[in-house]
């Protein structure tokens, strides 16, 4: 369940049989008796409803940051575009199996923003949605090459093993550590001759993932936990992870200051002090708007990406 969630009475109850893939879902939209709804529109409702049960903005976002680290690490157009559209069918895959899996638990709590659940879809659609793309991402990875393709489609795997399991358990964090991770690794290993990743930029990304999963759990731990979820940020309670979020933030970034060769410049302590004021107040102003700790952490990932980029993704 993403941050984007909220309770709506009308998408309460409407879930199908859960179990299987294939077998979670809601009252499809055809319920409605004939000739309520213009097929079209149904059509148009059925199709934005299959787009938005993608998490369209984790996954564009996800997908940016891999474009960008491509285009920064200078592996051309084609390449990068490459590289850009395996991470686009991969985290599709991931949303939409996602909202599939949870459709019935979405239903139950009424949850709106969830076209799975509330009927504007059929979980089996989206199911069928989740496998095509899990289909393209596989030969798209190893396109870039085996050892990379390797590498993100471990990360992919992780993300959906979230979804079927690990998100409801203390070891909720390690797909999304894994999978930030593991994308600066991907991208180097896409370059020519296959370069091993600095370390520095593996572990930036594997603290800006811990720090994702916090921040993007965080508005909704007293939900989730009614619903049965009981990962990582859940156990912690709402404070503890308000308290815990910015030291994977500053430590992401501390790594990419600190750790190339050399003493830090003045870029890297300027990216250290804004991301160390910007880490602080989002959990402190979340208590007024629920989405300031999850936007304090991508602004400190733009910082630290901006960090990465002049520090280059591979190399000894």
Same mark, same amino acid.
């Given at each position: 369940?993403?941050?984007?969630?909220?309770?709506?009475?009308?998408?309460?109850?409407?879930?199908?049989?859960?179990g299987?893939?294939?077998?979670?879902?809601?009252?499809?939209?055809?319920?409605?008796?004939?000739?309520a709804?213009?097929?079209e529109?149904?059509?148009?409702?059925?199709v934005?409803?299959?787009?938005?049960?993608?998490?369209?903005?984790?996954?564009?976002?996800?997908?940016?940051l891999?474009?960008a &680290?491509?285009?920064?690490?200078? /592996?051309?157009?084609?390449?990068?575009? /490459?590289?850009?559209?395996?991470?686009l069918?991969?985290?599709?895959?991931?949303?939409?199996?996602?909202?599939?899996?949870?459709?019935?638990?979405?239903a139950?709590?009424?949850?709106?923003?969830?076209?799975?659940?509330?009927?504007?879809?059929?979980?089996r659609?989206?199911w069928?949605?989740?496998?095509?793309?899990?289909? /393209?991402?596989?030969?798209?990875?190893?396109?870039?090459?085996?050892?990379?393709?390797?590498v993100?489609?471990?990360?992919?795997?992780?993300?959906w093993?979230?979804?079927?399991?690990?998100?409801?358990?203390? &070891?909720?964090?390690?797909?999304?550590?894994?999978?930030?991770?593991?994308?600066?690794?991907?991208?180097?290993?896409?370059?020519?001759?296959?370069?091993?990743?600095?370390?520095?930029?593996?572990?930036?990304g594997?603290? &800006?993932?811990?720090?994702?999963?916090?921040?993007?759990?965080l508005?909704?731990?007293?939900?989730?936990?009614?619903?049965?979820?009981?990962?990582?940020?859940h156990?912690?309670?709402?404070?503890?992870? !308000?308290?815990l979020l910015?030291?994977?933030?500053?430590?992401?970034t501390?790594?990419?200051?600190?750790g190339?060769?050399?003493?830090p410049?003045?870029?890297?302590?300027?990216?250290?002090?804004?991301?160390?004021?910007v880490a602080?107040?989002?959990?402190?102003?979340?208590?007024?708007?629920?989405k300031?700790? /999850?936007?304090?952490?991508v602004?400190?990932?733009?910082?630290?990406?901006a &960090?990465?980029?002049? !520090?280059?993704?591979?190399?000894?």
């Amino acid at each position: 369940m993403d941050a984007t969630d909220r309770v709506s009475p009308a998408g309460a109850g409407t879930a199908g049989t859960a179990g299987a893939a294939g077998t979670v879902g809601a009252q499809p939209v055809d319920a409605v008796p004939a000739g309520a709804v213009p097929a079209e529109a149904g059509r148009r409702g059925r199709v934005m409803g299959l787009a938005l049960a993608c998490h369209p903005g984790p996954a564009l976002a996800v997908t940016a940051l891999g474009c960008a &680290l491509a285009l920064g690490s200078g /592996l051309g157009g084609p390449r990068s575009a /490459l590289v850009t559209a395996a991470v686009l069918t991969g985290q599709l895959s991931v949303g939409w199996c996602n909202d599939a899996y949870d459709a019935r638990r979405d239903a139950d709590a009424g949850r709106r923003g969830k076209p799975a659940a509330d009927g504007t879809v059929e979980a089996r659609a989206v199911w069928a949605a989740a496998a095509i793309a899990l289909a /393209l991402c596989v030969p798209l990875s190893l396109a870039c090459g085996a050892l990379a393709g390797a590498v993100h489609l471990a990360a992919v795997a992780a993300a959906w093993l979230y979804n079927l399991r690990l998100k409801a358990t203390a &070891l909720s964090w390690l797909p999304y550590v894994a999978g930030f991770g593991a994308l600066p690794a991907a991208v180097a290993l896409s370059l020519p001759g296959g370069p091993w990743p600095r370390w520095w930029t593996v572990s930036a990304g594997a603290l &800006l993932g811990f720090a994702a999963h916090l921040a993007d759990t965080l508005p909704d731990i007293a939900a989730d936990r009614a619903a049965g979820i009981r990962g990582l940020p859940h156990r912690l309670g709402a404070r503890g992870t !308000r308290l815990l979020l910015p030291a994977p933030l500053l430590g992401a970034t501390a790594v990419l200051a600190f750790g190339p060769p050399g003493p830090p410049d003045a870029g890297g302590a300027a990216a250290l002090v804004l991301a160390g004021t910007v880490a602080l107040a989002g959990p402190t102003l979340g208590r007024r708007w629920r989405k300031a700790a /999850l936007a304090g952490a991508v602004a400190v990932a733009a910082v630290d990406l901006a &960090l990465l980029l002049a !520090r280059g993704v591979a190399g000894s």
